[in-house]
Structures are given as C-alpha cells and as structure tokens.
C-alpha cells in the first residue's frame, strides 16, 4: 500500500473504532491514537520529504501511486506530494491532534461528533495528497457535508441558520467548481484527469480557459473567502464548537487557496494571466474589508472570523502576484493563520465556557482571573498582528516582498492598499487585549472562575509552539515551499 494512502485509512480506522467505542474513555482513547498516529505520519513525512529532496530527488511530485478506478472516464485514484501538500499536511495533522483535546469534555453525544470531525478531516487528508481532479474533487465534499451537522447539533447561537447557510454557499461554490473541473477534462481532450499530466500538455484552448478559470477560481474561491462570497464565514465560525472552528477556519479554508493555485492557475496560465486582474481586486478588497469588520464586531468569535477573512484574502492576493516569493508567501499565510486562528479559536472556546457570554462589553480584568489563557490570547493576538518572531510577521512579509516585485503601478498600488490591513489589525488585536484582559473585573461571577485545565493547557501549548517555531525557524518550510511552487509559477510567466 501507498505510504500517502495511511492518511485516508487511519481515519477509516478511527471510525471503525469510534463506532464500536462503548464509553467516553474509549472514545477519547481512539481519538487521541488516531490523531496522534496522524500528526507523526505527517512529520516522518517532512523528513521523508526532505531527504528525497536533499538526495536530488527532480520528480515535481514524490511518493506517486496511481490505480485506476474508472477506466472509461479516466478517473484514477492518484496521490503524490511536493513541499505544499506535505506542509498542509501537517498543518492539518497538529489542528486535528490539538482539536482532540479542546473537545475532551464535549457532550452530548459524543461519539456522533467524533464521528463528524473524524470525517471531516479525513476529507481534508485526502484532498491534500490527490492529484487527480475527480478523487481531489470527491475528497473535498466529504470534507464539506459534515460542517452542516457538525454546527447544526452541537453549535451555538444562531446555529441552524449559520449551518444552512454554510452549506448553501459552499455547495454553490462547489457546483462552479465541478462545472469547472469537467470544462478543464474535456478542453484538455478528454483523456486524463491527472492533473500534471494535464499541465504538461498544456492544451486548453485560450478560448475555453477563459470561462472555466473563473468558475473554477470561484468555486474554490467562496470557501477561501472571497469578497463578496465570505458571509458564510463569520455566522459559520461564530455558531461552530470550538474545536469545529479550529479545524474550518485553521484547515478547512486552506483548501480554497490550494484549489486556487494547484488547479485554476496552474491548469489555466493563460487565462489567469488574462483575467487574475479582477480577482486580485476582490482579494484587495477581502483583506482591508475583513480587518475593518473586524474593528466594528462586539463578539469575540466574529471579531476572529472577519480577521480570517482579511488573513485568507491575502493568501489569494499572494497567488495572483504570480512570482515565486508572493507565492511562497501565500502558503506561509496558509500555515500561519492556520496555526494562529485554531490558537485563537480555542481560547476563545475555553473563555466563553467560564464566563458564557462572548461579547467584549461584559469581559474585562481577566487577566487575574485565568493567568494562563489570558497570556495564551496575548501571544495569539501579537501573532495576528505580525510581531517579529511569530509566524504572522513571516509570511505576511514574505507576501508584501513578493508583491511589490511586480513594478507596474497597478500591482504596486493593491499590495500598497493591502499592507494598511497591518495598522488596523494592530488596532483591533490590541484594542482588544486591553479591552478584556486588563483593568477591573467588574462582574463579581468572573471573580470565581478558574484557569485552563489540563486538556486545554496541552492543546494551547502546542499551537503556540507552532506558531513560535514558525516564526522563528522559517527556512526550511519556505525553502521546502520555494522548491514546489516554482513549477507552477513558471507556468504563470507570459
């Protein structure tokens, strides 16, 4: 069997033990060895990868396997990995093992809900190692039909309306996209589905590029954010369990930019080219638009979506530079907001569950009450904002390089626009921080709460350590990730 292929079927295997789990403990004993068996598969990975690569490995996609399921439309089973895939990997691996535990005292129905997230993230795996549009294309549906029930049931808030309304978008979205997927089949002649494969043919006539880029771009667009296609995601975020929200906003959204980049612009250079224009002005807008809602938002849940917005934006913003260091930038972004929300997302889980309320008017003086969240959400906040040192100075600076590397006024003038999204966030993540963390705690039932537990201090401890050794120890994940987006960058370069 397919070294990649262990990250479909571990997840089948932990639905078959959830499945025959008889108690809470048992429960949580197949997730914690799922998940953890997950999150070291991803990192002997890396240094699989990294080995194949240092041994002058010049294959675009390692670890290959191909079978067939379908013969008569073509439709393999095919998996293979670069520097891209392997670093959303383990992004996805260290969201899952960390969600575990910040669901440790979920209920009710436990066992229902692990059901859901184990799905879910399976859906996530496999996207990520396909490199066939029908199985990367199927793996992205299971990914997205749990959301509804995983909001629906054990969501807060508005949560059938958010949960309807997530679903509703993101299918639509997906309807472009398949659309999209089959134009770029056929326009390629019908007889692959391999997505090298494809680009090396390089075949679609301009023409047909023309209307299936833009469906395509859009489809994997609406779930990356895209102005003005983003409203599902603060309702979604806002109605979500904790570790539902780490996983959507910190894996889930990240299949958008990778969609936008692996299949729209490099299957489609020609039109992406031709047409990136209009999209760049969209992202523009995602990011100054997010980090301005963001100011204006009372709950602490959507003052973090629309941050997600304006983070997600810049990924797509990145992408349409069409240079190597925007590029890598973009997938910097990926893997820090990733990191950076999930943290966020979970302290504000643990918060709303001691003081039940998330709106920033009834929270202040926390920080004498729970020590330990509050300096958690302090370094959260500075990562957000792009402090040096953490993950969200690195990438955000790596984007704005790239940009500007492009000389003509246009570029220069959006990436020019885009780095205001900094000051604001700064004002909202330190408005924020003053706001809820520091003063006089005024509500005398606060005064009563107590500090993170065990469980929760686990999880948060490892996404910081992420976020630090992100922004600490960048060069070999930007390298990696150099390596793997050149391939498709110079299928960019008119």
Known sequence: MNFLSLFVLIPLLMLGGLYLAKSIKAIRGVMVAGSTALLILSVVLTFLYLGERQAGATAEMLFRADTVWYAPLHIAYSVGVDGISVAMLLLSAVIVFTGTFASWKLQPLTKEYFLWFTLLSMGVFGFFISIDLFTMFMFYEIALIPMYLLIGVWGSGRKEYAAMKLTLMLMGG????????????????GT?????????????????????????FLGFGVLGALF??????????????????????????????????????????EAA?????????????????????????TDLKYINAYSSVSHCGLVLFAILMMNQTAATGAVLQMLSHGLMTALFFALIGMIYGR?????????????????????CYVIAGLANLGLPGLSGFVAEMTIFVGSFQNFDVFHRTLTIIACSSIVITAVYILRLVGKILYGTCTNKHHLALTDAT?????????????????????????????????????????
């Open 454 to 494: 065990w469980d929760e201090r686990f999880a948060v401890i490892c996404l910081i350590i992420c976020v630090a050794g992100l922004g600490m120890a960048p060069f070999w994940v930007s390298h990696m990730i150099g390596e793997s987006v050149l391939p498709v960058v110079s299928h960019l370069i008119p």
């Open 355 to 375: 003081t039940h309320t998330r709106d920033v008017r009834e929270l202040n003086g926390l920080m004498k009450v729970m020590p330990f969240l509050s300096i």
């Open 228 to 269: 003005p296609f983003h409203t599902w995601s603060p309702d979604g975020h806002a109605s979500a369990p904790t570790a539902v929200s780490m996983l959507h906003a910190g894996v889930l959204m990240k299949l958008g930019g990778y969609g936008c980049f692996r299949i729209a612009m490099y299957l489609m250079p």
């Open 192 to 216: 692959t589905m391999n997505i090298l494969e494809i680009a090396q043919l390089h075949n679609i006539p301009f023409a047909q590029q023309c209307i299936w880029f833009p469906l395509t």
């Open 174 to 189: 997906s309807a472009f996209l398949l659309i999209g997927i089959l134009g770029i089949f056929f326009g390629a002649g």
């Open 273 to 297: 080219n031709e047409l990136g224009w209009i999209f760049l002005i969209l992202t523009g807008i995602s990011v100054v638009y997010g980090a301005f809602s963001a100011c204006v938002q």
